[in-house]
C-alpha cells in the first residue's frame, strides 16, 4: 500500500478522486478524463487504421483475387470509379465466396467471442447500461470477423467493430485504473463514440453520438466532454495516415437557397421514416428467424452469406458496405447510369442483405448500411422528380446528403449526432438546415421503434442511473452521514483464528486490516477464513488471507453512488477512508452497509427539512421548517450559536417572507433555509436536532482529516 514515489501517488489520487457531477470544468476532473480521453483516442485511432486495412485486404482478396470484381469506393478513400460486375473475371463464384466468408466469420466468432455476434455498436450500448467489463478479446475478434464478413461481400458498417475497439479499450482501462462503475461508463461511452469519429473521419459527430446513442430521449451528458478530446485525438491519428479528406466528395457550390424546395425534403422525410421502420423491423425479423433455426450458429453465417451472394448476382450494388455506390449517386452523370429499377430494389435489398448477412450471426455494423439506405432513397427522390417536377435541383448531391441524415438519423434516434457527422463526411455544412425538417420528420414517424435494440427511453430506464432517478434523495446524502464507527478492525499479523474469534462474538461477517498508522491494507471476511484449512488458522496469519484489492467509499460520495458500488459488486458493506496520504494510504474513517444507507434514507425522509445544491460553489443549501423541540424556537437570530460556515439566508412564516435581520424571533412552523460548508453541514443538523442528540464519533476523526 505504500509508495514513496509522489508522482504515483498524485495519479492515483486523481485517478480515485470522488467523482464530482455537475462540475465538468473542474481541473482534477479534466486532469483525470484528458489523460483517459488521449488514451482511448489514441488507441481509437489505431484501431481505425488496422480495421481500415483489414477491410481493404479482405475485399482485395476475396472479391478481388478470387471473383474479379471490386465494387467502387468513396473519393475520399480511393476511386469511384463503376467496374461492371457481369465483366468480372469469375461471378459466378460470388455466392461461393459470400458463404465461405459467413462460415469462417461463425467459426471465429462462436468459438472464441460469442458477443462478438451481429453489429458491435449495440453490444456497447448493452455494456454501458448493465456496467459490465468487455472481455479483451472481443474487439479483436470483431475486427478479423468484420472484416472477413465485409470484405467476402457481406453487407456491413465499419462503425460496429471500430466502436467496440475503442469501447473495449475503455473499458479495460477502467479496470487497470479501479475506476468506479459510473466513470468506467462514461469510458466505455468515449470509446464508442471516438471510434465511430476517427473511422468515419467525422470527430464532432462522434463525440455527441457518444451521449446521443445510448437512449431514445436523452442523453448521457458526463461522456461528452471526454468523448470530444478522445474523439479528435482519434481523428488526428487516423488522419495522419488516411489523409485529412472527407470519406465523400460533394461539388463546393451545394446551398440550400430555395425555400419552396422544402416540400421535396419533406417528403424525403416521410419516406425515411417509412423505409426506417421496415429497416429496423426487417432486420430483427431475419435475425429473429436465424435465431430460431436448430444449426450450429456457426454455420447460420455461411447460410446468410450464400443467400446474400445469389442475390448479388442479380443486384450486386448490395454488396459489401456500398459507399461507392452513394458516391456515384451523388453526382448527376453516375446516378442517370444506373438503371432505375435497380435504384427503385436497393434501399430494400440492402435491407435484406443487411439482415442476412449480421442478422445471420455475422459479424459489422448497421450503421454503415442505414446511411446507404437512406442515401439511396433520397437518390430515387432526385431520380423520380428530376426534369418531371419543378424546383429540382441539376445535382443530386443535396437529396443524398438528406435522405443519409434523415434514415439513419430517425431510426436510430441520434438526429443530431448522424447531422453532424453526414455534414463531415461530406464536407459540407449547407444542408443542414433542409436536413432539420427531413429528420425531424423522420424522427416522429419512427417513434418509439429503434435499430439498437440495447437502447433505454431515458437514464431513468437505465441501470446506471436508475438508483440516482429513483431515489434522487440517495443523491443529496453523503456517506459521511450515512456510515457507522468500525466496531471491529484486524491487524495484518493477527493469527486467521484470533480473527474467527473477534466475528463469532460480533453480528459483522467481516472487517477491515489495518496497519499501525490506521491505513487500510485489506479486508477479512468469514468466507475468507472459512477458505483457510481448520487446522492452520492458528498459524495462518490475516494478511496472507485477506483480500487485498478492496472496494471503498469516500466520506463526500453520495449514497446513491455507494449504493450502486454495493449491488454492482454483489457486497453487503465497504469501509470508507480518506483522500491517500503522501505515502499513499488511506485511514479507515468506517464502514457503510445496505442498512446504514437504508436508515440514513429513513431518517432523511422523516426529517422536515430538505437539501439543495448551493447557489455558490462548494455550498448546499438546507431548508427546514422549525418545530417546538428545536433550539431555534423563541430565539432571535442575534442570540444564535450556529456552527461556523453557517448562515440563514431567508426565513418564509406563511405567505410572507421575512429578511433574517437580528432581531427577528424564531416561531414554529417558519420555514428556514441555510447556506452551510458541507464540512461543516453534520455540524448544523446536530444543532438543529439539540443537545440530546448525540455526535458520532467518525466526525471528529473526519473533520480532523479534513483539516
Known amino acids: 500500500m505504500v509508495n514513496n514515489m509522489p508522482f504515483v501517488a498524485s495519479l492515483r489520487r486523481i485517478f480515485r478522486m470522488r467523482r464530482i457531477r455537475h462540475n465538468l470544468e473542474s481541473p482534477r476532473y479534466l486532469l483525470k478524463w484528458l489523460f483517459i480521453s488521449a488514451l482511448i483516442g489514441i488507441v481509437a485511432g489505431i484501431g481505425a487504421i488496422i480495421f481500415f486495412e483489414a477491410i481493404q485486404l479482405s475485399t482485395a482478396f476475396f472479391l478481388g483475387r478470387i471473383v474479379g470484381y471490386l465494387p467502387p469506393g468513396p473519393a475520399g478513400e480511393g476511386s469511384s470509379v463503376v467496374t461492371n460486375f457481369w465483366s468480372s473475371a469469375r461471378p459466378w463464384l460470388l455466392p461461393v465466396i459470400t458463404t465461405l466468408g ?74 487497470a485504473l479501479h475506476l468506479d462503475v459510473q466513470d468506467r461508463r462514461i469510458a466505455l461511452a468515449t470509446g464508442i463514440g471516438s471510434g465511430i469519429g476517427a473511422i468515419f473521419r467525422a470527430p464532432l459527430g462522434g463525440a455527441i453520438l457518444a451521449a446521443e446513442i445510448l437512449y431514445k430521449h436523452d442523453l448521457e451528458t458526463e461522456a461528452i466532454i471526454p468523448a470530444l478530446m478522445a474523439s479528435i485525438i482519434g481523428y488526428s491519428v487516423f488522419g495522419l495516415w488516411s489523409g485529412w479528406n472527407p470519406i465523400f466528395a460533394t461539388s463546393g457550390n451545394l446551398a440550400f437557397t430555395s425555400p419552396p424546395q422544402l416540400l421535396y425534403y419533406i417528403v424525403l422525410g416521410i419516406l425515411c421514416g417509412v423505409v426506417g421502420i421496415m429497416y429496423a423491423r426487417g432486420f430483427y425479423g431475419i435475425t429473429h428467424i436465424f435465431h430460431r433455426l436448430s444449426l450450429p450458429n456457426w454455420i447460420k453465417p455461411g447460410i446468410g452469406g450464400l443467400l446474400v451472394g445469389l442475390i448479388g448476382l442479380v443486384v450486386p450494388q448490395a454488396l459489401g458496405m456500398g459507399y461507392g455506390w452513394v458516391q456515384v449517386s451523388m453526382s448527376a452523370p453516375g446516378l442517370l447510369q444506373i438503371p432505375v429499377w435497380v435504384i427503385l430494389l436497393l434501399p430494400f435489398v440492402k ?48 437529396f443524398v446528403i438528406v435522405g443519409m441524415m434523415a434514415l439513419f438519423g430517425g431510426v ?102 489495518v496497519d499501525a ?51 454492482s459488486h454483489h457486497i453487503s458493506w465497504m469501509p470508507v477512508v480518506s483522500i491517500e496520504n503522501e505515502s499513499g494510504g488511506q485511514l479507515v474513517l468506517g464502514w457503510l452497509s445496505a442498512a446504514h444507507i437504508t436508515h440514513a434514507y429513513r431518517s432523511t425522509l422523516l426529517k422536515d427539512s430538505r437539501r439543495m445544491s448551493g447557489v455558490v460553489k462548494g455550498t448546499v ?68 436536532r439539540g443537545p440530546e442528540t448525540p455526535t458520532q464519533p467518525q466526525d471528529k476523526v473526519l473533520t480532523d482529516v479534513k483539516k
Open 102 to 175: 459467413g462460415l469462417i466469420s461463425g467459426i471465429i466468432v462462436f468459438t472464441f467471442a460469442p458477443e462478438a455476434e451481429g453489429h458491435g455498436t449495440d453490444s456497447a450500448i448493452k455494456a454501458f447500461h448493465e456496467g459490465k467489463a468487455m472481455r479483451a478479446r472481443v474487439p479483436l475478434v470483431k475486427v478479423i470477423a468484420s472484416a472477413i464478413t465485409i470484405g467476402s461481400g457481406g453487407s456491413g458498417g465499419r462503425e460496429g467493430p471500430s466502436a467496440q475497439i475503442s469501447a473495449g479499450f475503455g473499458s479495460l482501462l477502467a479496470t
Open 351 to 398: 435491407i435484406l442483405t443487411t439482415g442476412l448477412s449480421i442478422g445471420s450471426g455475422g459479424s459489422g455494423g448497421i450503421f454503415g448500411p442505414g446511411m446507404v439506405i437512406g442515401g439511396i432513397l433520397g437518390a430515387l427522390v432526385w431520380r423520380l422528380c428530376y426534369h418531371v417536377l419543378p424546383g429540382v435541383p441539376d445535382n443530386p448531391a443535396p
Open 412 to 513: 436510430a434516434h441520434a438526429p443530431l449526432a448522424v447531422m453532424l457527422m453526414v455534414a463531415e463526411m461530406t464536407g459540407n455544412l449547407s444542408m443542414l438546415a433542409p436536413a432539420m425538417i427531413a429528420v425531424g420528420i423522420s424522427s416522429i414517424i419512427v417513434g418509439e421503434i429503434s435499430i439498437y435494440s440495447n437502447q433505454v427511453d431515458t437514464r431513468a430506464n437505465s441501470p446506471a442511473h436508475r438508483l440516482q432517478m429513483s431515489f434522487p434523495l440517495l443523491s443529496t446524502i453523503s456517506v459521511h452521514d450515512a456510515m457507522a464507527p468500525l466496531a471491529i478492525k484486524f491487524s495484518p499479523v493477527q493469527t486467521v483464528a484470533e480473527a474467527e474469534r473477534k466475528l463469532s462474538q460480533r453480528i459483522e461477517t467481516g472487517a477491515p486490516v
Open 517 to 567: 498508522k490506521g491505513n487500510l491494507q485489506g479486508i477479512l471476511t468469514l468466507t475468507d477464513i472459512q477458505h483457510v484449512p481448520l487446522e492452520e488458522r492458528e498459524t495462518c496469519l490475516v494478511r496472507d488471507a485477506m483480500k487485498r484489492d478492496v472496494v471503498k467509499l469516500y466520506p463526500y460520495d453520495t449514497l446513491d453512488d455507494a449504493l450502486e458500488q454495493l449491488a
Open 621 to 688: 443549501m438546507i431548508e427546514v421548517t422549525i418545530e417546538p423541540s428545536m433550539p431555534l424556537t423563541g430565539s432571535t437570530l442575534n442570540t444564535l450559536r450556529l456552527p461556523p460556515e453557517s448562515l440563514i439566508v431567508s426565513i418564509r412564516r406563511g405567505d410572507e417572507l421575512i429578511f433574517p435581520r437580528a432581531d427577528v424571533t424564531m416561531q414554529v412552523d417558519d420555514v428556514v433555509t441555510f447556506l452551510v460548508s458541507p464540512r461543516y453541514e453534520k455540524n448544523l443538523r446536530d444543532y438543529l
